[in-house]
């Protein structure tokens, strides 16, 4: 057996051993399933951000890092920002198969949603990025994307007093606190600001028996049994692996594209091949098209074509209303984000580039 199909198998058994050990001494306000929720899944907390290990919150970090989000002058053109590709409006997705990015290009895969991004294990589809700094980095040089290098975009930060005074409120004692690193920084603290609480499967799990009703109990009964929580468990309800697509049956090239070759691109493992990062299922119903083709935009149908492609189970209409309906359960309060006002450039600000008409 090879070594992701050994590590799919392994999570499996451990999510039915899981499953299955439960005693009327552990069930939640006298019902069962609650139980089962509450031990192969975590709310979203309410407390406004998550700690991250390396890089501790403060309220200066994460104000420059949503002027930096928004801010579009950190790409080339000035025409694209993190929230292009990211709409913090609509889901944290742009709502495109794939995004468009530097002179008109279209980007290889569709964007993922940085809601609760950071509970995830790594970052992108791939997992190449070890966590949102390292991500944060990433578009802002990447040519398909924002299409500027780390020299221009410090440049274009040290020109603008407004900046200069925001990194120093966040960076205070450094010497040249204007870097690269230190924007990248920034983003990734307002990034774990971006969280979605209090959805009614959160509630559910809290131990409130009716925050979702029967047929999105059914649903998640369904998810769980037919074995969709091998690849998404734990907070994200996802995000905590990497999965190849097609375990049963290989999906449709305009699907699977037959040049992707997923996480094997990042570790050249052959096991890796079309192995992708199983995604955070929260707030799955904002975030069209799906996977990370961009192909399907039917929640519905995604689920169909996981069963087939993933479980080898032919699920029947009824299965996939009902486990619809439980992924709808997973939608929480979306993050509300003011539009800041940004610093203004100078003569000294270099000028963009790029963006023709297409």
């Known amino acids: 057996m090879n070594r992701v199909l050994r590590t799919f198998a392994i999570t499996l058994a451990a999510v039915v051993t899981a499953s299955l050990l439960f005693t009327p001494m552990v069930v939640a306000q006298d019902d069962p399933l609650i139980a089962r929720a509450q031990a192969l899944f975590e709310p979203i907390p309410t407390t406004g951000y998550a700690e991250l290990d390396d890089n501790p919150y403060t309220e200066a970090k994460s104000e420059l890092g949503r002027m930096l989000w928004f801010d579009p002058r950190l790409s080339a053109s000035w025409a694209i920002s993190c929230n292009s590709c990211h709409n913090l409006g609509t889901g944290g997705v742009d709502l495109q198969s794939k995004s468009i990015g530097h002179d008109w290009q279209r980007g290889g895969r569709n964007s993922p949603?940085?809601?609760?991004?950071?509970?995830?294990?790594?970052?992108f589809w791939d997992g190449r990025a070890a966590d949102l700094e390292e991500q944060a980095m990433g578009p802002v040089q990447d040519s398909l994307?924002?299409?500027?290098?780390?020299?221009?975009?410090?440049?274009t930060l040290k020109s603008m007093p407004g900046y200069v005074e925001a990194f120093e409120a966040a960076f205070p004692g450094e010497a040249d606190p204007v870097t690269f690193e230190n924007m990248a920084k920034a983003i990734e603290v307002f990034e774990a600001t971006l969280l979605t609480?209090?959805?009614?499967?959160?509630?559910?799990?809290?131990?409130?028996?009716?925050?979702?009703?029967?047929?999105?109990?059914?649903?998640?009964?369904?998810?769980?049994n037919k074995g969709c929580v091998s690849c998404h468990m734990g907070i994200n309800i996802g995000g905590t692996g990497y999965f190849p697509f097609g375990v049963i049956e290989r999906p449709?090239?305009?699907?699977?594209?037959e040049d992707d070759l997923g996480r094997y691109q990042v570790t050249n493992v052959e096991a890796?091949?079309?192995?992708?990062?199983?995604?955070?299922?929260r707030n799955i119903e904002l975030t069209p098209p799906y996977f990370h083709s961009g192909s399907i935009w039917s929640l519905e149908d995604a689920v169909r074509i996981m069963g087939d492609a993933q479980l080898g189970a032919t699920l029947t209409d009824d299965d996939v209303v009902k486990i619809t309906a439980f992924l709808r359960t997973l939608t929480g309060d979306q993050p509300v984000v003011e539009f800041p006002i940004l610093p203004e450039i100078t003569e000294s600000t270099p000028l963009p580039t790029g963006m023709t008409m297409p």
């Open 113 to 123: 949603t940085m809601l609760n991004a950071v509970y995830n294990l790594a970052q």
């Open 272 to 281: 890796d091949k079309y192995a992708f990062k199983s995604p955070s299922l």
């Open 252 to 257: 449709d090239a305009f699907i699977l594209p």
């Open 145 to 155: 994307e924002m299409n500027n290098t780390p020299e221009n975009a410090v440049a």
């Open 197 to 224: 609480p209090n959805a009614p499967f959160d509630l559910y799990m809290k131990g409130d028996a009716d925050a979702i009703n029967a047929e999105e109990r059914e649903g998640f009964e369904l998810f769980v």
